[in-house]
């Protein structure tokens, strides 16, 4: 995906274009699920630039679904290992 993005050029997106974003993004963007600092700051980056550009953004209940059972999960195996 980092490099799907990194390859986009931002020239070429409009304000009539959308945008779904994939759970992934929303996990090392909001929860720093596997933070890996390059794609933190590609996606933040990039998230950005079509906020600046008032692109509409998208996510469905499925992708915030699937996004708190990974902080849940990932919270859970912290507190178990701390015990």
Known sequence: MV????STDLSTIS???SFFIDTNVLSFLHYGYNPDP????TYSTFISSLLK?????????FNLQELLH???KLEYFKYIIKI
């Open 3 to 6: 490099n799907i993005i990194s």
């Open 15 to 17: 304000n009539n274009d």
């Open 38 to 41: 390059v794609k933190v700051n």
């Open 53 to 61: 550009k008032d692109v509409k953004l998208y996510v469905s209940v």
């Open 70 to 72: 990974i902080v849940e």
